[in-house]
């Protein structure tokens, strides 16, 4: 359905202009605006009705500038009417690169109706990454919690400080309780949340003043899933390399898996 010119400019209005103020200078708001164009590759027109649909359940009342940038999405600065910091995750309708992401949903029990098609893929995603850090939250895991979701635009608290997010490990100095941190929460997260992250890094796990929050759950997995054990393994490898790069003498990692296997 097309949207009139005025509705149109009134939805730009709402949603705060900052957002793009970079990457519009030197197109009219009309280009911008066309029916079924993207904008910096997330703002289409659904997506822009959902911010709008945001602001008029008081989600948010306005967003700033970008924060985050991946292959599969854009996180935005966002303020919400008590002027609490949100983060909003907006996965990118034209990313192509979800297609490369089914064995992370086929043979999750928790997902087993995957309709065709982009849109349908990422909003999938989404809802994913939303119902995996649920679970975390229930079970009483360092992750960043979710605020709502509608379709492809995902609200979440906001690690750091006046827009500014908090340093991952990868960005600081780190210590021997920060390896131990790490192990613990992949752990906590298999036997207590019934989950293996499947791409936990030094980039996904922010370092904060109260401990480590772990961030980025879209291809996280079941336990249950058939290659939970794999992405499991690769977890422990991954995050045991980054601290041995650091200098930390650490646990050999087949003993880790054993450890949280058993």
């Not at 961030?215 to 290659?227: M, T």
């Not at 992405?231 to 490898?237: A, N, P, W, Y």
Request: proline letters at 3%; charged letters at 30%; a positive charge.
């Amino acid at each position: 359905m097309m949207l009139s010119d005025e509705l149109e400019k009134k939805l730009a209005e709402r949603i705060d202009l900052k957002v793009l103020a970079n990457e519009r200078r030197s197109k009219s708001h009309k280009g911008v605006f066309d029916r079924n164009k993207v904008v910096d590759d997330v703002l289409d027109k659904t997506t822009i009705m959902i911010l709008s649909k945001m602001i008029n359940s008081g989600i948010i009342s306005y967003v700033n500038g970008t924060i985050g940038s991946g292959k599969e999405s854009k996180v935005y600065w966002a303020v919400d009417p008590s002027g609490r910091d949100i983060a909003l995750k907006i996965y990118l309708v034209t990313a192509t690169n979800f297609k490369k992401r089914l064995p992370y949903l086929i043979g999750d029990p928790r997902f087993s109706s995957i309709k065709k098609g982009t849109r349908n893929m990422v909003e999938l995603w989404a809802k994913k990454e939303f119902r995996n850090l649920n679970q975390c939250v229930k079970a009483g895991i360092p992750a960043v919690k979710p605020v709502s979701l509608i379709k492809n635009v995902l609200a979440l608290e906001f690690v750091g400080k006046g827009g500014v997010p908090a340093p991952t490990l990868v960005e600081t100095e780190v210590t021997y309780d920060d390896y131990k941190q790490s192990i613990s929460i992949i752990s906590d997260l298999y036997t207590k949340a019934k989950l293996v992250h499947a791409d936990f890094s030094e980039y996904n796990v922010f370092k904060t003043e109260k401990g480590l929050i772990v961030l980025d759950f879209g291809s996280s997995v079941d336990i249950r899933h058939q290659n939970a054990k794999e992405f499991l393994e690769r977890d422990v490898k991954n995050i045991t390399n980054f601290f041995v790069k650091r200098g930390l003498t650490v646990e050999n990692p087949s003993d880790i898996l054993a450890r949280i296997m058993n």
